[in-house]
């Protein structure tokens, strides 16, 4: 039996981790949901240093909760799956490393969700996203209210979600809900120049950044000030910090080991 999730970290610290369900536009069943978690734990035990999320094929990135497993379940099982979806999102927002989401293809309602828990987002010109459960008489219970609104504005997030329109990849980028459209035989080889323009970055010097930035964004300017200065301080005592200055002083390319 093949998995629903794989996982797969190259010799260059990059980790791609791919939902695959093709022949269910990727959507989010509970089996995929457990595994799914179950990668993101061995993520953390990875030497990555940054994460590219994406689906399998070129369809779907990942077209949210499996309705059909849905449409047998009774009410209370319904509210345990969404929850069940948002902890695994909730999961993959918390990694320590820099994520990506690679959209290369449609992205609706938990799929765009999973999207927006990633650091960057980046898609594929010819797909649509959007967050469509308001047309379904539900609303987007897997984080969705919370973190389009942050990322793109509370207007535009009530226009996407009160319409539940799916919108093109040249608006998505005009609004700032990805950082970069191509085509599809671009995609994945912009993604990696990405990914790997992280990847050989201080591998603690990314995580301590990336908390720096998402727990100051939810707070005060002086409170994110202080929690920047924290951060800080937990790159100076490193071996990779020595390293970085020597590689300078030598002109040549730094050898981090994450220590």
């Known amino acids: 039996m093949s998995s629903l999730v794989n996982l797969d970290i ?80 909730r999961k993959l927002e918390q990694v320590e490393i ?8 449609a992205a609706y309602g938990g799929g765009l969700e999973l999207a927006l828990a990633c650091d960057l987002r980046v898609m594929t010109s010819h797909a649509k996203i959007g967050l469509t459960e308001t047309s379904l008489a539900i609303i987007p219970g897997a984080g969705g209210t919370q973190r389009l609104t942050r990322l793109i504005g509370l207007g535009r997030a009530k226009e996407m979600i009160f319409t539940a ?4 990849a040249d608006k998505a980028l005009t609004i700032g809900l990805v950082e970069g459209v191509y085509t599809g035989g671009e995609l994945r080889d912009e993604t990696y120049a990405l990914a790997a323009q992280i990847a050989k970055n201080g591998p603690i010097a990314l995580k301590q950044a990336k908390r720096a930035i998402q727990n100051g964004s939810q707070t005060d300017l002086a409170t994110g000030l202080e929690i920047e200065r924290m951060c800080y301080q937990r790159t100076i005592p490193t071996e990779d910090r020595i390293e970085g200055l020597q590689a300078f ?9 994450g220590k």
């Open 10 to 89: 190259t010799d260059e610290r990059i980790g791609y981790l791919t939902l695959n369900r093709p022949g269910a536009a990727n959507s989010l069943s509970t089996a995929l949901l457990d595994e799914l978690a179950s990668a993101l734990e061995e993520v953390k035990r990875s030497d990555a240093n940054v994460l590219v999320v994406t689906g399998s094929g070129e369809k779907a990135f990942c077209a949210g909760a499996d309705l059909k497993e849905r449409a047998g379940m009774s009410e209370y099982k319904v509210v345990r799956t969404v929850e069940k979806i948002g902890d695994t999102i």
């Open 249 to 257: 002083k030598e002109k040549r390319k730094p050898q981090y080991t």
């Open 98 to 105: 820099p994520t990506i989401a690679m959209i290369n293809g």
């Open 165 to 168: 329109k799916p919108i093109q």
